[in-house]
C-alpha cells in the first residue's frame, strides 16, 4: 500500500479504524528542534471525532503516544513514532457490507485489489480516522515551519451553497492565521457559520450528507521554493492534498477560473514594495513555472459528501452475485468539511516541509 509520503521527510501512515490503534512514522527531522506537545494536541482536538452534529458521534480522545524520536520535548533526529489508540469501535455496524460494498467508499475496489482480505470495519486503512496521525505529523512539522516564519491556514470555504469569505489573496492577517489554527470550525467570516450548520444539519436530516470546499494558505514563503515540472509546488502539494480521503479536486489561485479570463485579467502585476518584488494581485496562488514568487500560496480543495448515508441505495452482492439494496448503519460524518480542515493544513505543512 502506498500510505508512504515525502522524501526529505518522509512519513508512513499506519493501522485501520477499527484496529488495535493508528499511527506515524516520521523519518528525516532535523535534530534538536524543542516540540510544544500542547500545540500538537490543539491540531489533534480541532480535527478529532465525536465533537457536534456536523460530525460522527464515535468518541476518541486522539492522544497520541510518542513511542521514539524524542528524548523530553527535543527531537533526536531518529524516526518518531506516535501511535493512537482506538477505543470506541463498533464493528457490527459493517456486518452487512462484507459483500456489499457502499456507493462512494473505498469498499468495492479494496474488495478487489485485496482479493476480499481488506479489512472493511470503520473503512478499515482507508478511513478517514487515519487523517489523526496526518495531523500529528503536520502539526511536528508545521513548528519547524513557523521558526523559518512560513504560517498554514486553512477554513471551510464552502458547504453546500454557503460560503464564507476569501483570504486576502496578498497579505494573510497573522491574527486570522492565529484565529483559524485554534478553530474546530475555521471560518473568516463568522457570520456563516449558523448558515453552514444548517446546510450540515438539513441534509443529515433527510439521511443525506454534503461536501464543501476548504481554502488553505502558506503564508511567509519565500520566492525560489520548488522546481519546474513533476516537482512543482502545485505537483507536490496536491499529491500530499489527494492522499486525504474524499477530496476530489484542487485548484491554485484562481484555478479554472483563470481559463476564462483573457491573459490582461489574469496576469499578476510585478512591483516594488519596501525594495522587495511583490505581484498586486495574486491570481497564480503564488506559484510560476512550479516554484514559488513570495506571495502567499494558495489553493482550494473540494471534499466531496460522505459516502456512507442513511438512505436506502442500490448496489451489488458480490457473493450472490446479484443486484441488491443497501441500508447503512454506523456513525458517519454528514459533512467531512470541518474536520478536514486541519487535515489540509497538516499534509501542506509536509509538503511544504519537504519542498524546503
Ligand atoms: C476526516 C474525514 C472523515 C471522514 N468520515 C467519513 C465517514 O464518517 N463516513 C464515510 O463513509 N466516509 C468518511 N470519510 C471519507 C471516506 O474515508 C472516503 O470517501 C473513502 O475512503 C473513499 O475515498 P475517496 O472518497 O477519496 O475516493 C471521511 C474522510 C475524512 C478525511
Ligand atoms: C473515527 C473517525 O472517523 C470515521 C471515518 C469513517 C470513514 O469511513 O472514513 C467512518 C466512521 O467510522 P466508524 O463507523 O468507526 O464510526 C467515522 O467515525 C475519525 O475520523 O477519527
Not at 519547524?144 to 492577517?173: C, M, Q, R, T, Y
Not at 492522499?243 to 479554472?256: C, M, R
Not at 496562488?285 to 502567499?296: C, D, E, R
Request: include cysteine; glycine fraction near 12%; charged fraction near 25%.
Amino acid at each position: 500500500m502506498s500510505s508512504t509520503y515525502g522524501e526529505k521527510i518522509k512519513i508512513s501512515v499506519f493501522g485501520e479504524s477499527h484496529g488495535n490503534g493508528i499511527g506515524v512514522v516520521i523519518d528525516g527531522l532535523p535534530a534538536g528542534v524543542k516540540i510544544d506537545m500542547d500545540k500538537v494536541l490543539v491540531q489533534m482536538s480541532r480535527r478529532a471525532p465525536g465533537k457536534d452534529k456536523t460530525a460522527t458521534p464515535r468518541k476518541e480522545s486522539d492522544l497520541p503516544k510518542v513511542l521514539s524520536g524524542m528524548l523530553g520535548d527535543t527531537l533526536t533526529g531518529a524516526p518518531l513514532c506516535a501511535v493512537i489508540e482506538n477505543t470506541n469501535t463498533k464493528s457490527g455496524d459493517y456486518g452487512n457490507l462484507l459483500n456489499c460494498p457502499r456507493p462512494g467508499h473505498s469498499d468495492y475496489t479494496a474488495y478487489v485489489k485485496y482479493n476480499a482480505s481488506n479489512d472493511i470495519r470503520g473503512g478499515g486503512h482507508f478511513s478517514g480516522r487515519l487523517t489523526a496521525p496526518i495531523v500529528f505529523a503536520g502539526a511536528i512539522c508545521r513548528q519547524i515551519l513557523e521558526e523559518k516564519g512560513i504560517k498554514i491556514a486553512a477554513h471551510i470555504a464552502s458547504i453546500g451553497n454557503v460560503n464564507d469569505k476569501s483570504f486576502n489573496p496578498v497579505s494573510i492577517d497573522d491574527k486570522l492565521i492565529n484565529k483559524l489554527n485554534n478553530s474546530s470550525f475555521a471560518l473568516i467570516d463568522d457570520s456563516v457559520e449558523e448558515k453552514m450548520r444548517a446546510e450540515v444539519e438539513s441534509a443529515r436530516l433527510a439521511q443525506d450528507s454534503i461536501g464543501g470546499t476548504i481554502e488553505c494558505a502558506v503564508s511567509g514563503i519565500e520566492a525560489g521554493i520548488g522546481e519546474p515540472m513533476f516537482e512543482g509546488v502545485e505537483g507536490v502539494i496536491a499529491k500530499a492534498v489527494f492522499g486525504v480521503p474524499a477530496i476530489k479536486g484542487i485548484e491554485f489561485g484562481k484555478g479554472f477560473e483563470l481559463s476564462k479570463m483573457r491573459g490582461s485579467q489574469s496576469n499578476d502585476p510585478f512591483e516594488y514594495k519596501d525594495g522587495k518584488v511583490v505581484t498586486k494581485t495574486n491570481n497564480c496562488g503564488g506559484i510560476l513555472g512550479g516554484i514559488t514568487n513570495g506571495m502567499p500560496v494558495i489553493f482550494r480543495a473540494g471534499v466531496k459528501p460522505t459516502p456512507s448515508i442513511s438512505k436506502e441505495q442500490d448496489t451489488v452482492d458480490l457473493q450472490k452475485k446479484e443486484n441488491a439494496k443497501l441500508v447503512i448503519n454506523g456513525r458517519h460524518d454528514p459533512c467531512i468539511v470541518p474536520r478536514a480542515v486541519p487535515v489540509i493544513e497538516a499534509v501542506t505543512a509536509v509538503a511544504i516541509l519537504n519542498l524546503l
